[in-house]
Nanobody, 122 residues
Framework: QVQLVESGGGLVQPGGSLRLSCAAS????????MGWYRQAPKSQRELVAR???????NYPDSVRGRFTISRDNTKNTVYLQINSLEPEDTAVYYC????????????????WGQGTQVTVSS
């Protein structure tokens, strides 16, 4: 079993910054790609950042230049640095990871965290 736990959300003013963290724990062989998604009220969940196990990153146009994803493989943790926050960034931010759970089998499973609330308001 693999658990992903997010932290770092909160209430910030427009133009402010936050750093979100997501730590993976449990039994697994290795973590491949990790990502951050967000879901605003009554909206679909959308990808905001993705990072491969080799460090390649991917961002949608809506956040490119303001969001930066990074990871620390020694800590099994992925981060999301958010700058120049806008009210439109208000959402629950979820961590996601593709995890190989066995040393013997190459099967990869996808896991989600419980989410952390980011609210941007003056």
């Amino acid at each position: 079993q693999v658990q992903l736990v997010e932290s770092g959300g909160g209430l910030v003013q427009p133009g402010g910054s936050l750093r979100l963290s997501c730590a993976a724990s449990g039994s697994f062989f290795s973590i491949y790609a990790m990502g951050w998604y967000r879901q605003a009220p009554k909206s679909q969940r959308e990808l905001v950042a993705r990072i491969s196990d080799s460090g390649s990153t991917n961002y949608p146009d809506s956040v490119r230049g303001r969001f930066t994803i990074s990871r620390d493989n020694t800590k099994n943790t992925v981060y999301l640095q958010i700058n120049s926050l806008e009210p439109e960034d208000t959402a629950v931010y979820y961590c996601n990871a593709d995890v190989r759970t066995s040393w013997r089998y190459s099967t990869t499973n996808n896991y989600w965290g419980q989410g952390t609330q980011v609210t941007v308001s003056s």
